[in-house]
């Protein structure tokens, strides 16, 4: 256990039902707490809809003080879709690293392990995945040519109230709505090149060579702008910033994608379209990356923290003007 202690009310709930059901929104751009469920107990199909419906109006839903396992963990995220194996995954097995639940590798092909635990089973700065780094804005997968729709995170370890790695999820619909005319005009038809050779931490991921040119990045293309396919609303779609050469927009030259991507960041994460969630043992969060980032603070390497994420399939990005 960790300084943090398991609030477990959820599992008072002997059934789900959706009299019980309660969504209490944030107040921020994103987010409402889902109360009266116990996600290791059947979801009725009302109650599936509700949460669907409530999902692509809050963006981001989190539920507190529940006890799951993988298998419930995989059936939660299951009610909003099919599961999407994590993209990281391959580029562990690849160079010979074994499963093992107790550090990086799950067992279950669509279940990540997010944690700062190195080989001893001790917390460390880097464990070769995300550690205990500040892991900067971004959209999961995005390097992928067809990107998750959504990521569900479960905490298992947490530090306490001082040892970070809290998480803050943006609106990027509202990024879009509020972008300049002038800007719209810049990146209208515009796609990037998302840079798949490094995680959201920055660590070069396990046999991969690191970029030295736009023509060494390796990555997807993606629109700078997408439709989200069952709201039909545009929101900006930037993956995440790396130092050059990373990112960057066909048909500019160099000075100009990178200044362009400079505006559009400063533009997109800006407090307003933000909520941070700080973590508490048993917490589950669903978040859509077709029209949401996210941020991690750095956590104190000498407190644990461990995390089981799933992916949702998704769909190619669709552009506004394809």
């Known amino acids: 256990m960790t300084a943090t202690a398991r609030t477990d009310h959820a599992t008072l709930i002997t059934v789900n039902t959706l009299a019980n059901l309660k969504l209490i929104p944030t107040g921020a751009a994103v987010g409402a707490e889902v109360q009266g469920l116990n996600l ?15 999902w692509a109006k809050y963006l981001v839903l989190f539920w507190r003080g529940q006890r799951i396992n993988d298998d419930q963990l995989m059936a939660v995220s299951g009610v909003f879709g099919e599961p999407h ?24 092909p669509s279940v990540s392990i997010i944690s700062n635990i190195g080989p001893d089973g001790q917390p460390v700065m880097d464990n070769g995945g995300l550690g205990s780094y500040e892991v900067v804005w971004h959209t999961d997968n995005s390097y992928v040519k067809v990107p998750p729709a959504g990521s569900m995170l479960y905490s298992l370890e947490i530090p306490n109230a001082q040892g970070g790695g809290d998480t803050s999820f943006n609106n990027q619909y509202l990024a879009y709505e509020e972008l300049s005319e002038e800007l719209k005009r810049a990146i209208h038809g ?46 900006l779609y930037l993956g995440r910033r790396r130092v050059w050469p990373s990112n960057y927009i066909l048909g500019l030259p160099n000075e100009e994608s990178e200044a362009l991507l400079d505006k559009l960041w400063a533009h997109a994460t800006q407090p307003q ?19 949401c980032m996210h941020y991690r603070t750095e956590v104190d390497d000498k407190q644990r923290r461990i995390m089981h994420r799933t992916t949702i399939k998704g769909e190619a990005p669709l552009a506004p003007w394809a």
């Open 85 to 108: 194996e994590a993209a990281s995954r391959k580029y562990h097995l690849n160079v010979g690293e074994k499963i093992d639940d107790a550090f990086m590798i799950s067992r279950h």
């Open 40 to 54: 290791a107990l059947p979801i009725p199909e009302e109650v599936k809809q509700a949460l669907k419906q409530a």
């Open 273 to 291: 379209y933000a909520w941070t969630h700080y973590w508490q043992v048993g917490d589950v969060i669903l978040w859509d990356n077709r029209c």
């Open 190 to 235: 515009k796609s990037q090149v998302h840079d798949s050779s490094r995680n959201s931490a920055g660590v070069l991921r396990p046999g991969v060579k690191l970029p030295t040119s736009p023509e060494e990045v390796e990555g997807p293309t993606h629109p700078l702008v997408r439709i989200h396919p069952e709201s039909g609303k545009p929101a």
